[in-house]
């Protein structure tokens, strides 16, 4: 069974820049959460998304934005990247609302 | 309140036990994890636990939980050089809630 996928694998980015992550989730699981892991400031919650809506959102400003496709696959959407945005971005999936979540290998986005 | 706190740095030596602690706030927690992190990796499921058991055993990985001090430890047996990592601990709630509140990490070193 594949796991998650997230492309691109690295992302350099210009400050002011707008900045697209794509994932693709287990086949079968219909959540997806994306969580950013910024040097200095551990794992943080982003966003959920099931079946096609935003379920939940963590504290990071609407410059932050993404999407459900009808597949699951998801897409995370930064705008006018700043450099405080340079971070390890990962996306994880489950099976169910309240099951187990399984990560991809993550995106770095460097913003310079 | 939500703070998962874990110490950040454990050195052990191959073949002996090693025995990484977090200690989480919230009481309502439903499900507690561990996730493994290798250096440019995403984050590897480990192991988890239900609030309402006291102890999950997988092979080498042992988990226990205390409710009442809101303690949760992860046992490793017989600790390789392939253990060497971060470790992670983190909460999550039902209720819709969905994300999961992670620790800092505790880095985890094997000596020969």
């Known amino acids: 069974e594949a796991g998650v996928t997230q492309s691109p694998t690295h992302l350099i980015k210009t400050r002011g820049q707008q900045a697209t992550l794509r994932c693709s989730p287990i086949?079968?699981?219909?959540?997806v959460y994306w969580y950013q892991q910024a040097l200095g400031l551990g794992l943080q919650f982003l966003l959920w998304y099931d079946e096609g809506e935003e379920r939940n959102r963590g504290n990071f400003p609407p410059r932050f934005s993404g999407r459900q496709f009808p597949n699951y696959s998801s897409e995370l959407n930064v705008n006018a990247l700043e450099l405080e945005d340079s971070a390890l971005y990962l996306c994880?999936?489950?099976?169910?609302?309240?099951?187990?979540?399984?990560f991809g290998p993550g995106t770095r986005l460097t913003v310079l | 309140g939500e703070d998962v706190e874990q110490s950040l740095f454990l050195s052990v030596r191959e073949g002996d036990s090693s025995v990484i602690n977090c200690t989480y706030t919230d009481s309502s927690s439903t499900y507690l994890y561990w996730y493994k992190q290798e250096p440019g990796a995403g984050l590897q499921l480990l192991t988890y636990i239900f609030s309402n058991m006291d102890m999950k055993q997988d092979q080498r990985l042992t988990v226990l939980l205390n409710k009442k001090d809101k303690h949760l430890s992860l046992r490793i047996a017989d600790t390789q050089t392939g253990d060497s990592a971060i470790y992670f601990c983190?909460?999550?709630?039902?209720?819709?809630?969905?994300?999961?509140?992670f620790g800092a990490g505790t880095r985890l070193a094997v000596h020969p």
């Open positions: 983190a909460e999550s709630k039902s209720g819709g809630y969905n994300k999961l509140i």
């Open positions: 994880a999936s489950s099976w169910a609302l309240e099951g187990e979540q399984f």
């Open positions: 086949s079968g699981h219909t959540s």
